[in-house]
């Protein structure tokens, strides 16, 4: 591809109002992007990884966040393409690559075979906003969870991510890290959940968050409850408290096929606002 823009180098803590000034061109999708930044100063030994930057003179034009995930950042598809190259010299440390859907397609085509075949992909994946009024009243049984709830809390997140990524959190010996992760959300007071008789019956996290936005991870209804409308109402609930004590823009994205959460997030005020797709090994 032909370019007039100039190299990529990694990013450090210099360049962070730089970067800061990049993502908030779009602080609802970049929200993972900028609460990385905010959170590591840009440091690698931080941030796991690196974030590359990509120049036109003096201006940072795209990023790319490369650690346990590979995320252009408000990248065009030649930029995503000029990643991508760097990208594929090197091996292989992410599990998962995920962003609009344009410059997810130009760096896989960059990164090509090299990398391997991956293990799912998911091309087709509404970003949603909550921009409307809800349709449903907020469930008042959801509620932030607590350290007490950890034991009956853990199994749903663990069904939760296996039915979602195909393959259990807890594969490789990754239990205990896996453990900490969700008792890293119920401290942050990013956990949420109704729960009936000992049995999580709704669940929802925050997956990150800045000043401007924050992203819903995790939305999980046990399969024997599905169908009674409680993904909806505890989806309102949960915006409801996040906008009140965490972000004023609340943003998630969902699989294509998965008809029943698209109507649930329509009903508490979802609209599609990007595409995304996600590539993981």
Not at 216 to 224: K, L, N
Request: with cysteine; net charge neutral.
């Amino acid at each position: 591809m032909l370019t007039t823009r100039q190299g990529i180098r990694p990013l450090h803590a210099g360049d962070l109002s730089a970067f800061l000034e990049l993502t908030g061109q779009d602080p609802v999708v970049n929200v993972f992007a900028e609460y990385r930044a905010r959170t590591t100063n840009l440091e690698p030994r931080w941030l796991g990884g690196e974030i590359w930057g990509r120049w036109d003179g003096g201006d940072l034009v795209a990023a790319c966040h490369v650690g346990a995930n590979l995320v252009p950042i408000q990248a065009t598809e030649e930029d995503a393409y000029a990643f991508g190259e760097r990208a594929r010299n090197r091996v292989r440390t992410v599990s998962t690559i995920v962003g609009r859907q344009p410059a997810v397609r130009s760096l896989w085509r960059s990164i090509g075979d090299s990398w391997g075949t991956p293990r799912d992909q998911r091309w087709e994946q509404p970003h949603l906003e909550q921009q409307l009024q809800s349709l449903v009243e907020p469930d008042p049984f959801v509620r932030r969870t607590v350290r007490a709830d950890m034991e009956i809390l853990y199994p749903a997140c663990v069904a939760m991510y296996t039915e979602e990524v195909g393959i259990s959190p807890e594969t490789g010996g990754g239990r205990d890290l896996y453990r900490a992760r969700v008792l890293q959300l119920i401290s942050r007071g990013w956990s949420f959940a109704r729960i009936e008789d000992d049995e999580v019956v709704f669940k929802a996290e925050v997956a990150c968050a800045t000043p401007g936005a924050a992203q819903i991870q995790g939305v999980w209804v046990p399969e024997h409850r599905r169908g009674e409308g409680l993904a909806a109402r505890g989806m309102a609930a949960v915006c409801d408290i996040v906008r009140r004590e965490i972000a004023p823009r609340i943003s998630l994205y969902v699989n294509e096929w998965n008809a029943p959460a698209r109507r649930a997030y329509e009903r508490a005020g979802f609209l599609e606002t990007a595409r995304f797709s996600t590539i993981m090994f």
